[in-house]
């Protein structure tokens, strides 16, 4: 099966400096990975998506992921992070093998400090 | 346009007891998806709809979970009787298809039952 895996329970990081949180996957064949933010009492919401091409893909709120298939990984990143970046991160695949359904990792939570 | 709608937000209920809840999807959206997110872990898919017909319930426990969507717009989950390791968030999701990669959630329906 389709899964994705994020190492790492909590990510606390200064305010203005670079914010990277990890994920790496197991998929048979091509890869569709994922990343959603969940704020407090609200829902998830989408960020970027890599289905294809550039392996550099940006997204929302200033957000990139970098997808690295030699090492299976599909690491978030924003240049320099901010308090209101505080959230709980998820990574996500696409199970083609299960009806298309997105398999979620357990989630990051990230705590700018200001 | 309108969000994914979701009620209540909020629910306590004993063990045993049954519980409904409601969905309403984003105007055109054909699939819709019920998720359960349980306190730290990612969001796993119950039940995915296409129009009012069931694509994925493998993961929806069916001896005590039922999910409709009779006029392929609204949604119900409902959980009859409940067990404690029933709480947790239950997040529904709406998409334009099935070939759709972005899915749109709702703000939840967080659940304990005691």
């Known amino acids: 099966a389709q899964s994705v895996a994020q190492p790492e329970d909590q990510v606390n990081v200064a305010e203005g400096n670079p914010l990277t949180v990890k994920c790496t996957y197991s998929?048979?064949?091509?890869?569709?990975l994922f990343w959603y933010v969940q704020y407090p009492n609200r829902g998830l919401q989408f960020l970027l998506k890599?289905?294809?091409?550039?392996?550099l893909v940006k997204g929302s709120y200033g957000f990139e992921a970098e997808f690295n298939k030699s090492q299976t990984s599909f690491h978030l990143k924003k240049p320099s992070a901010l308090v209101s970046d505080s959230a709980l991160y998820f990574c996500?695949?696409?199970?083609?093998?299960?009806?298309?359904?997105?398999?979620f990792g357990k989630g990051n939570q990230v705590v700018v400090i200001p | 346009e309108a969000g994914v709608a979701q009620s209540p937000r909020y629910k306590i209920i004993e063990k045993r007891q049954s519980v409904a809840f409601w969905c309403n999807p984003i105007?055109?959206?054909?699939?819709l998806y019920w998720y359960q997110q349980i306190l730290g872990q990612g969001p796993k898919l119950l039940i995915q709809?296409?129009?009012?017909?069931?694509?994925?319930d493998s993961q929806l426990p069916k001896d005590r979970f039922s999910a409709e969507r009779l006029k392929g717009v609204d949604s119900t989950l409902k959980i009859q009787p409940a067990k404690l390791e029933d709480s947790a968030v239950y997040l529904c999701?709406?998409?334009?298809?099935?070939?759709?990669?972005?899915?749109?959630f709702g703000p939840g329906t967080r659940l304990t039952v005691t």
């Open positions: 999701a709406s998409s334009p298809g099935l070939a759709s990669y972005e899915q749109y």
């Open positions: 998929v048979s064949g091509n890869p569709y």
């Open positions: 890599y289905i294809t091409g550039d392996n």
């Open positions: 996500a695949v696409r199970d083609v093998y299960g009806n298309n359904r997105l398999a």
């Open positions: 105007s055109g959206h054909a699939t």
């Open positions: 709809f296409q129009n009012n017909g069931v694509v994925d």
